[in-house]
């Protein structure tokens, strides 16, 4: 499935490091997603965009910072993470944000390890 | 805030059994999805649920929604080694944007 993709699919960095997430869609869709899903943990909301405006951001520390710079990218921007912030990190899009043609469509991820 | 649970939260079963996972949400839903994560791999949508006592068939998989919209099923009969991950239950409150992801069961299917 190339619907959409995620860069780069695995990632180690230390804890002073700064380091960026991309993701990409080829759905036409006009919303996307950050995920986090740790081990034994559900999956995570971290931020919301819809039409590149930020609409949720689900209490996230600052240390992450999303950009979406049009409705086909977002980033992940990281900076002096924790090792607990180690995760699969998934990017999501759908249609819409709400109702029907809401179904989300997942990219692979970027296992990040933080040491 | 809205939760989501989902049990049980291990399933192990041999082949040609069948298999249920149950979610509850504390709160009421507008519809309700499931997703399959296959290990390794990425969460794939499997179905939406919009209506108060909707039931959906996916060959062998049956998707239930509660009368109330705040519980749902899903039920796969013969399981199969294909039917092997992780099946997520994730709901929409009215007016919301965003999903709430239950805790997943996750499912090993034994020859």
């Known amino acids: 499935e190339t619907g959409v993709t995620q860069t780069p699919r695995h990632l180690v960095m230390g804890m002073t490091n700064k380091k960026s997430l991309k993701c990409e869609q080829h759905?036409?869709?006009?919303?996307m997603y950050w995920y986090k899903q740790s081990a034994k943990k559900p999956l995570e909301l971290m931020f919301v965009?819809?039409?590149?405006?930020?609409?949720e951001n689900n209490s996230v520390p600052s240390r992450f910072s999303p950009e979406c710079p049009n409705s086909s990218h977002l980033f992940l921007h990281l900076h002096t993470l924790q090792p607990e912030d180690s995760a699969l990190y998934l990017c999501?899009?759908?249609?819409?944000?709400?109702?029907?043609?809401?179904?989300?469509?997942f990219g692979p991820g970027t296992r990040l390890t933080v040491l | 805030g809205q939760q989501v649970m989902q049990i049980p939260q291990y399933q192990h079963v041999q082949e040609g059994e069948d298999f249920t996972t149950y979610c509850n949400s504390s709160t009421t839903l507008s519809n309700i999805q499931w997703y399959k994560q296959r290990p390794g791999g990425h969460p794939v949508f499997l179905i939406q649920l919009v209506k108060s006592g909707e039931v959906k068939k996916q060959k062998r998989l049956t998707f239930q929604f509660g009368e109330a919209k705040k519980n749902s099923s899903l039920h796969i009969t013969a399981t199969q080694t294909t039917d092997v991950g992780t099946y997520f239950c994730a709901g929409l409150t009215g007016g919301g944007n965003k999903l709430t992801f239950g805790t997943g069961t996750q499912l090993k299917v034994e020859l």
């Open positions: 965009y819809n039409f590149k405006e930020q609409t």
């Open positions: 759905l036409g869709h006009n919303a």
């Open positions: 999501a899009s759908s249609q819409r944000t709400s109702g029907a043609f809401n179904e989300q469509f």
